[in-house]
């Protein structure tokens, strides 16, 4: 099995780039805050918060009687959030360092409990998903998103034909959202958790590519940066050439950035598996 804990604050900062080039333009829209009902006084967890490009706006709001924490393993994202919060001037929101799967707060202390792209990181997602349950308050909501099927393709295959051809052995590289990249998979992480009655969302979206240099960009910010940052210089002129023809020679204008939600809300009786 491979061990993404160990690489996990590297993958988040490639992730939290990511964010910014989703196709909404804004990550509230992907976070999906909103699902949640987020009302003035709520207290709200986002768990693999970043920069907290979804937290600042949970901030926002649930007011100034409601609290936001932003919790993530990678420091740097946690110092941006944290000036990001005070150019806002938000004074009901805090940033801490703080693993998912084990977590200090104690049982149902939030009314909100969020993790957008972050929970296809751990090797047990389903041990992940209970303790972010476990924080859940009753008649709270959870909510998680992950990436759906066929992430920036049409150009995805012609990124991984480029890289078999410099570099063979690092063919078809690991993306752990693969593995819940569709509705049943996703709820099947989510029953063996124990969460209730999840409704999941599929949405389809489309980032446009405004320019052929604008590919690099995405590359660089999205998990394939791992990929990408093993290769020699030469090798890597060699991937972004071919990936600049293949856009320009087929006109390619957008590419999926298809997302999956999936929200519950806690029984007043909650029961743990």
Known sequence: MRKLGLRLPIMRRQIST???HSASGTISDVGRFELASLSSGSRVLDVC???????????????????????DLANELLALARTKAIQR????????????????????????VACVFGI??????????????RCVCPGGQLAVTTWGPNLIEPVNDAFWRAIRDVRPDLYKGFNPWDRIADPASLRKILDEAGVASPKIIAENRLHPIKSAEAWGTIVLGSGY???IEQLNLAERQKVKEANLAFIRDEKISAIETNVLYALATKPQTANFK
Request: proline letters at 6%; hydrophobic letters at 50%.
């Open 225 to 227: 940066r791992g990929t």
């Open 18 to 20: 990511m964010h910014r």
């Open 49 to 71: 918060c970043g920069a907290g490009a979804s937290a600042l706006p949970a901030a926002e709001a649930v007011g100034p009687t409601g609290n936001v924490i932003g919790a």
């Open 120 to 133: 296809f990181f751990l090797p047990d997602m389903a041990m992940a998903v209970r303790e972010l349950w």
């Open 89 to 112: 001037r938000l004074a009901n929101i805090e940033f801490e360092i703080g693993d998912m799967l084990s977590l200090r707060f104690p049982t149902e202390t939030f009314d909100a």
